[in-house]
């Protein structure tokens, strides 16, 4: 199971992420002014649509490549990613982080962090990890 701790401590690990709250003043992690991960509260409307499959844990959002990717994900029964509806047609993902070990957590923040870092930073960063 993972912590906030653990988000944290391997986002700031990422080139050049700095920590940021949302307008709403929860954490977000981002690369170059650009959000791959955030804090994500389950929200009213956000309770109504998963009615009893909604988790009570933390969540948190987290940017994938594409709309490709983010069904992939979704596909894995019982896994510790899920979307709501306001999340429809967005490339990102919910995690649970009550579902998510340290090294699932990793691979999904640095290919969030891939995604939305500029081009010769992400470049730079799988050259330096061969």
């Known amino acids: 199971m993972a912590t906030w701790d653990d988000v944290r401590r391997i986002a700031l690990a990422l ?4 920590e940021r709250p949302t307008y709403d003043s929860a ?8 959000a791959f991960a955030w804090e994500r509260p389950l929200r009213r ?12 844990g933390p969540v948190l959002g987290v940017r994938v490549p594409d709309l ?6 979704l596909a894995e ?18 995690v649970r982080l009550d579902r998510v070990d340290a090294a699932a957590l990793e691979e ?10 500029p081009k010769r930073l992400a470049e730079r960063f799988l050259e330096e990890r061969k």
């Open 15 to 18: 080139p050049e992420t700095t």
């Open 68 to 73: 490709g990717a983010k069904e992939a994900l």
């Open 45 to 56: 409307a956000d309770l109504e649509a998963l009615g009893d499959s909604a988790p009570t």
């Open 108 to 117: 999904l923040l640095t290919e969030a962090w891939l995604d939305r870092a």
């Open 27 to 34: 954490p977000a992690w981002r690369v170059k002014d650009k």
């Open 77 to 94: 029964t019982g896994g510790p990613c899920f979307t709501t509806p306001h999340f429809d047609g967005y490339p990102s993902v919910l």
